[in-house]
């Protein structure tokens, strides 16, 4: 996605969704960050290592669980 928060905004509407595979069971799944995206240069950049942002369960609305 463009941006760190725009892409965590976008898996939490997932996780928000009762009809969304990661909003059924979202403690099944735990996010990577896997490489960067440069829009400029149409370029990906990977890390040597990968990120965990956690089980997307730590994403869910708290309104929601």
């Keep these: 996605s463009e941006s760190y ?14 009809n969304h595979l990661f909003g059924l069971h979202p403690s ?3 996010l990577f960050k896997v490489a ?9 950049s990977q890390g040597d290592i990968l990120e965990n942002l ?3 369960l730590t994403f869910k609305n708290k309104d929601e669980k």
Excluded at 5 to 18: H, K, S
Aim: negative net charge; charged residues 20%.
């Design 5 to 18: 928060g725009l892409a965590l905004r976008m898996i939490q509407n997932c996780v928000d969704d009762a």
């Design 28 to 30: 099944d799944f735990t």
């Design 36 to 44: 960067e995206f440069d829009n400029l240069n149409s370029v990906f």
């Design 54 to 56: 956690g089980n997307l």
